[in-house]
C-alpha cells in the first residue's frame, strides 16, 4: 500500500471531555460500522468501560475516508494531500486510555503514530489531564489538531475556551476546529484536516540498506508492540505498529526484550473486530496471534522482528515497575485455587501488574499484588470479580519503602507488615509525585490548609484561563493515596481536576502503626503512616475496628501501637450471661451463697476461656476495615 494515502493518529483528552463520543461520529461517517450494529462508546469493549465512562483498554480501528473537499493549492500546507478529491484515505485510529496510571501505555501507542487530535470540553476547558497528555504528544514529536467538543451544549463557552487552547498552544484562535460529537457536526471536516495536517509514515532511513535483508533476501520487519491481549484458544494476540518490512501469516518471528521465538498464526486489521488479512505492511496497525500462552512473554513497548537475521530493537522500552500494592484473598478459603488461576489469566494481558503467593494467619492463604496506581488497582480487582466471580478482600493499598537499618542493610519494605521497628531504623525514603492541580481561583486559598495537612511543597500557583488557577506541587505517594483525590473534589465542589506523575525516593518521616485485637497483631490491618499523624491514626482505626467488630463471650482490648508503645486504646465489653442453673434446676430459694459459688465459678471458667480464647474476625469485618467512609 502507497504510503502517502495512510493516516496514524490517536484522541487526546481529559475524562469525560467527548473521545469517545467522537470516535463514534467518525465510525458512522466512514461508514465503518453499519448503523444496524452501531451502540455508544463503540470502542469502549469492557462493561466498566462503559459503566464510568473512562478507556482503560486500547482499542485500534481502521477506517477508510473519501474526502470531498478538493486538493489544497501548492504552499497551502507543507505535507501531501495525494491525489486529492475522490481518493480513499486508510485512518488508523488508537483510542488510547489518559489515566496517569497507564502513562508508559500511552506513551508507546503515541510512537505509534504521527499525529493526535487534542480533544477540549467547550464546556469545561482545558484540565489537568489535558497538560499531561498534550506533553506526553509533544515529546513524542507529533503533529497536533486541536477540536474543541460539545460545541452543541447550551452551557459551551465557544470564545472563551478557544482562546483558552489558543494561548497553552500559542496558535490562532481561528485554526481550533469545533464539532459535535453528539450531532456529528464538524467531524467530517476533522477528517479532512487530519490527511491535510498529519504526515503518512515514513520509511526508517537509519537503517542501513544491507540490514534491511533477512537470510531469505527478503526485506526484514520491524514492529512496535502498544497493546496485546489474551485469548484462551489463541493465546496472546499483540498489537503491532509496522515501521519497517511486512508480517505475515507462517513468519518465524522474535520478541527482541524475552527473547521469544514464535510462529504468527494469523495477522490482520482491526475495522473494529479482528479482520485476518494476508499481510501488514509498513505504515499499518494491525494484530498478529502469536499462540503463547505463557505469561511474562509480550510486553508494551517490546519489538518484534523476523528470527533469523533481526532488525535492532526499537528505542524507548521501560519495563513498568508497579508502584501500589495490596494483599488480596478470597473469602472463601476453598476459592484459592480459582484466584491463582484467574491471576494467572490477567497476567497474559496485562504485563503490569505482579503477584505472588502470601499466607496470613487471619486470612488464610492469598496474593501480594503490584500495580501502578489506585485506578490500576481498582479495575484489575473489579475484573476478578465480574469475569471470574470471585469475592474477594483486599488489605489497605500501599507503597515501597526503602528502608536503611542501623546495621546498613537496605531493605526494599512492600508490606506495611513488615516495616521494621522505629528503633532498627536509620533512614527511609517513601516516592514521592508532581502534580497538577486546576481549580477556580476562589477555591485556592481554601486549598492551601488542605495542601499542607497532606505534606505538599506548593512551588508555583498561577492563572490559567477563564478565573482559574493552576497549582504545581510535590507531595508523598502516600499522602496521594490518603483519599486526597475525593476531599479535593469535596471542598472545590467538584470543579478541581488533578494530574501526576511519579517522581524519586526522597526522605520520609513515617512509622509503622500495628491494630491489636485481643493482644494478637492483625497484619491485614497494620499501615505505614507520618510520623506527626500516628496518634490521630491510631485513634481513628481503634475506634473504626471496635463500632463494627462484633463482641465475644470475654471482655477485649483494641490497641494502636506505634514507637514500641500503645498510643490508642478500646475495651469491647463481653455478652452478660451470667447463668444460674445447676445441672437441669434452676438455682431458685435458699441460702444467697448458692448463687453467688455458681457465679464465682462461672467467673473463673470465663477467666480461663479469656486466657486462651481468640477473638472471631469474621469477613465482614476486614471488609468494612478496607473501605473508607464506615
Not at 465512562?53 to 486538493?71: A, D, H, L, Y
Not at 473504626?544 to 465475644?552: S, Y
Request: charged share 25%; net charge neutral; glycine share 6%.
Amino acid at each position: 500500500m502507497d504510503l502517502q494515502y495512510i493516516r496514524n493518529f490517536s484522541i487526546i483528552a481529559h475524562i469525560d471531555h467527548g473521545k469517545s463520543t467522537l470516535a463514534d461520529r467518525m465510525l458512522e461517517i466512514t461508514h465503518t460500522i453499519e448503523a444496524r450494529k452501531m451502540r455508544d462508546q463503540f470502542l469502549d469493549n469492557m462493561e466498566l468501560e462503559r459503566e464510568r465512562g473512562i478507556t482503560i483498554k486500547m482499542q485500534p480501528v481502521r477506517m477508510e475516508f473519501t474526502p470531498n473537499s478538493p486538493k489544497p493549492s501548492l504552499g497551502e500546507v507543507s505535507l501531501s494531500w495525494a491525489s486529492g478529491e475522490g481518493e480513499t484515505f486508510i485512518l488508523n485510529l488508537i483510542d488510547t486510555p489518559g489515566h496517569i496510571d497507564f502513562s508508559y501505555e500511552v506513551s508507546r501507542a503515541l510512537k505509534a503514530v504521527e499525529g493526535s487530535i487534542l480533544l477540549v470540553d467547550a464546556t469545561q476547558g482545558v484540565q489537568a489531564q489535558t497538560l499531561t497528555t498534550l506533553e506526553m504528544a509533544r515529546e513524542s514529536g507529533l503533529v497536533l489538531i486541536p477540536v474543541l467538543s460539545k460545541i452543541d451544549s447550551p452551557l459551551a463557552r465557544v470564545d472563551e475556551i478557544k482562546m483558552e487552547v489558543a494561548v497553552l498552544l500559542d496558535i490562532n484562535p481561528d485554526t481550533i476546529l469545533e464539532v459535535s460529537g453528539k450531532t456529528g457536526e464538524g467531524v467530517e471536516n476533522l477528517l479532512e484536516e487530519i490527511i491535510k495536517k498529519i504526515p503518512p509514515p515514513s520509511l526508517d532511513e537509519k537503517l542501513i540498506p544491507d540490514t534491511l535483508q533477512n537470510v531469505r533476501g527478503e526485506e526484514s520487519c520491524r514492529a512496535l508492540v502498544f497493546d496485546f491481549k489474551y485469548d484462551s484458544h489463541r493465546g496472546v494476540i499483540v498489537y503491532v505498529r509496522l515501521f519497517n518490512g511486512s508480517i505475515k501469516k507462517g513468519d518465524n518471528l522474535l520478541f527482541s526484550v524475552s527473547g521469544e521465538r514464535f510462529i504468527a498464526l494469523e495477522v490482520g486489521i482491526f475495522s473494529p473486530e479482528e479482520n485476518p488479512k494476508s499481510s501488514i505492511g509498513i505504515g499499518e496497525i494491525g494484530y498478529i496471534i502469536t499462540g503463547i500462552k505463557k505469561p511474562g512473554i509480550a510486553s508494551v513497548g517490546d519489538t518484534i522482528t523476523f528470527n533469523k537475521k533481526p532488525l535492532p530493537a526499537l528505542p524507548g522500552y521501560m519495563n513498568p515497575k508497579p508502584v501500589v500494592w495490596a494483599s488480596v484473598y478470597p473469602e472463601d478459603a476453598d476459592d484459592f485455587p480459582n484466584l491463582k488461576l484467574a491471576l494467572s489469566r490477567l497476567k497474559l494481558s496485562d504485563s503490569a501488574f505482579s503477584y505472588e503467593e502470601e499466607s496470613s494467619g487471619t486470612l488464610g492463604k492469598g496474593f501480594r499484588c503490584g500495580f501502578l496506581g489506585m485506578l490500576h488497582l481498582e479495575i484489575i480487582t473489579e475484573r476478578l470479580k465480574r469475569e471470574f466471580n470471585l469475592n474477594l478482600v483486599v488489605t489497605m493499598p500501599s507503597i515501597t519503602y526503602k528502608v536503611i537499618l542501623r546495621n546498613n542493610k537496605e531493605l526494599m519494605i512492600y508490606s506495611p507488615h513488615f516495616f521494621p521497628d522505629d528503633s532498627q531504623i536509620i533512614k527511609v525514603y517513601e516516592p514521592w509525585v508532581s502534580v497538577k492541580v486546576i481549580t477556580p481561583q476562589m477555591y485556592t486559598s481554601v486549598l492551601m490548609p488542605f495542601l499542607f495537612d497532606h505534606e505538599a511543597e506548593v512551588h508555583m500557583t498561577d492563572s490559567f484561563g477563564d478565573n482559574r488557577s493552576v497549582i504545581n506541587l510535590d507531595m508523598p505517594l502516600r499522602e496521594l493515596m490518603r483519599n486526597f483525590f475525593d476531599d479535593l473534589k469535596s471542598i472545590t465542589s467538584g470543579y478541581a481536576s488533578i494530574s501526576y506523575e511519579i517522581g524519586k525516593y526522597r526522605d520520609a518521616d513515617v512509622v509503622r502503626l500495628d491494630i491489636l485485637v485481643a493482644d494478637e497483631s492483625m497484619p491485614a490491618f497494620c499501615r505505614v503512616v507520618s510520623r506527626r499523624r500516628v496518634e490521630e491514626e491510631a485513634h481513628n482505626q481503634v475506634e473504626k475496628l471496635k463500632k463494627i467488630i462484633p463482641r465475644q463471650q470475654f471482655p477485649f482490648k483494641i490497641q494502636g501501637k506505634a514507637l514500641g508503645r500503645i498510643i490508642a486504646s478500646e475495651s469491647v465489653s463481653a455478652f452478660r450471661k451470667d447463668v444460674l442453673m445447676h445441672g437441669s434446676k434452676v438455682v431458685g430459694g435458699g441460702d444467697v451463697s448458692r448463687k453467688k459459688k455458681l457465679l464465682e465459678k462461672q467467673k473463673r471458667g470465663k477467666a480461663r476461656m479469656k486466657e486462651n480464647a481468640k477473638v472471631n474476625i469474621t469477613q465482614d469485618v476486614f471488609l468494612k476495615m478496607m473501605r473508607r467512609g464506615e
